[in-house]
């Protein structure tokens, strides 16, 4: 199992910790270093910046949102990131929810996901290998377009910058059954949301029997601290934020999630007391227990003990989301 950096989006403006955490991690041997994006910063051009102050580290988005951008955009931003970096790039994808790409990038969300997602990914891997002009019959990404509001005139187009690696890694963040079972047939890894290595079942079915090189790559909060309640607190936090603020009480893909892995009823609660902005009250009725299944927060003997519970299912790739370089080596050091 490799270890990677996740470092997300920005808060209210850019960390100036990201590129020294990159580098620390670099050095210490992390195969990989991972941008993220929601309604803010844009995950490709902090992951530029690191690519030009690292040497060997990969360079992965987890996750670019594909309403943000047309997939021959985010192709074009793959391409010529990997160009620079010397074929480090790793494009991870995500679909998010109604609230963000209705509320932020202004678009409808699909009505079929798995179908636009599928439609995405195929546009990706035309430009990425460069066999032909990009043509694609599709539902929501046709190339050219063809709807009826346009001029009939688009012509079907070979990217001009001959791509380094027509087979660049495009992982995909996939959450419902269905979603998760059509990524391990179109892209060449998975980035889950929230991941238990105690509760490999709520995965099973969707995932079956994975070809050889599929990448799993869960992101989880890491920090060495003889506190476990207190290290908890920014995983609970981060829980509260996503069950009960990102998504409409109606449709909420993380609490979804949640209730698929055993804490329906917890879900619930966090959703409802966030939604009537009772926000501490949310971050206080995350379960501390799943907040600690889908973390490694505690001393470094517990640490230890735990990691070895994701070595034994099918993660390829633990992504670490830690500001902390003490953490950061602790588990470089586990992990070797």
Same mark, same amino acid.
């Given at each position: 199992?490799?270890?990677?950096?996740?470092?997300?989006?920005?808060?209210?403006?850019?960390?100036?910790?990201?590129?020294?955490?990159?580098?620390?991690?670099?050095?210490?041997?992390?195969?990989?270093?991972?941008?993220?994006?929601?309604?803010?910063?844009?995950?490709?051009?902090?992951?530029?910046?690191?690519? #030009? @102050? %690292?040497? !060997? $580290?990969?360079? &992965?988005?987890?996750?670019?949102?594909?309403?943000?951008?047309? +997939?021959?955009?985010?192709?074009?931003?793959?391409?010529?990131?990997?160009?620079?970096?010397?074929?480090?790039?790793?494009?991870?994808?995500?679909?998010?929810?109604?609230?963000?790409?209705?509320?932020?990038?202004?678009?409808?969300?699909?009505?079929?996901?798995?179908?636009?997602?599928?439609?995405?990914?195929?546009?990706?891997?035309?430009?990425?290998?460069?066999?032909?002009?990009?043509?694609?019959?599709?539902?929501?990404?046709?190339?050219?377009?063809?709807?009826?509001?346009?001029?009939?005139?688009?012509?079907?187009?070979?990217?001009?910058?001959?791509?380094?690696?027509?087979?660049?890694?495009?992982?995909?963040?996939?959450?419902?059954?269905?979603?998760? #079972? @059509? %990524?391990? !047939? $179109?892209?060449? &890894?998975?980035?889950?949301?929230?991941?238990?290595?105690?509760? +490999?079942?709520?995965?099973?079915?969707?995932?079956?029997?994975?070809?050889?090189?599929?990448?799993?790559?869960?992101?989880?909060?890491?920090?060495?601290?003889?506190?476990?309640?207190?290290?908890?607190?920014?995983?609970?936090?981060?829980?509260?934020?996503?069950?009960?603020?990102?998504?409409?009480?109606?449709?909420?893909?993380?609490?979804?999630?949640?209730?698929?892995?055993?804490?329906?009823?917890?879900?619930?609660?966090?959703?409802?007391?966030?939604?009537?902005?009772?926000?501490?009250?949310?971050?206080?009725?995350?379960?501390?227990?799943?907040?600690?299944?889908?973390?490694?927060?505690?001393?470094?003997?517990?640490?230890?003990?735990?990691?070895?519970?994701?070595?034994?299912?099918?993660?390829?790739?633990?992504?670490?989301?830690?500001?902390?370089?003490?953490?950061?080596?602790?588990?470089?050091?586990?992990?070797?």
């Amino acid at each position: 199992m490799r270890l990677g950096l996740a470092l997300g989006y920005w808060g209210r403006g850019p960390s100036a910790d990201h590129v020294p955490l990159a580098q620390e991690a670099e050095r210490l041997g992390y195969h990989s270093v991972w941008t993220a994006e929601s309604w803010g910063s844009d995950a490709f051009t902090p992951l530029t910046w690191i690519a #030009a @102050q %690292t040497s !060997r $580290i990969r360079l &992965g988005t987890a996750i670019a949102q594909m309403a943000a951008r047309s +997939p021959t955009t985010t192709a074009m931003h793959a391409l010529t990131l990997d160009h620079l970096s010397g074929g480090r790039m790793m494009l991870g994808l995500g679909l998010s929810g109604p609230q963000v790409v209705e509320g932020w990038y202004g678009r409808p969300f699909p009505k079929s996901p798995l179908t636009a997602t599928r439609e995405y990914v195929e546009v990706v891997r035309q430009v990425l290998r460069r066999e032909a002009p990009v043509e694609l019959d599709g539902r929501f990404h046709s190339h050219p377009y063809r709807g009826a509001d346009g001029t009939g005139l688009g012509k079907a187009l070979k990217s001009i910058t001959h791509p380094l690696r027509a087979e660049l890694p495009v992982l995909l963040g996939a959450e419902g059954p269905k979603n998760i #079972a @059509q %990524t391990t !047939r $179109i892209a060449d &890894g998975w980035l889950p949301l929230y991941w238990s290595p105690t509760r +490999p079942q709520a995965y099973e079915a969707s995932l079956g029997d994975l070809r050889e090189g599929f990448l799993v790559a869960p992101m989880a909060r890491a920090h060495v601290c003889d506190d476990l309640a207190e290290g908890l607190l920014p995983v609970k936090a981060m829980l509260g934020f996503y069950i009960g603020g990102m998504g409409h009480a109606a449709r909420n893909f993380h609490a979804d999630l949640m209730a698929r892995m055993g804490f329906e009823e917890e879900a619930r609660r966090v959703q409802e007391l966030f939604l009537a902005g009772r926000r501490e009250e949310a971050v206080l009725a995350v379960p501390d227990a799943f907040a600690d299944e889908i973390s490694l927060v505690g001393p470094r003997e517990r640490i230890a003990e735990r990691l070895e519970l994701w070595r034994k299912g099918p993660v390829t790739d633990l992504l670490v989301l830690s500001p902390d370089p003490h953490t950061l080596r602790v588990l470089a050091e586990l992990n070797s």
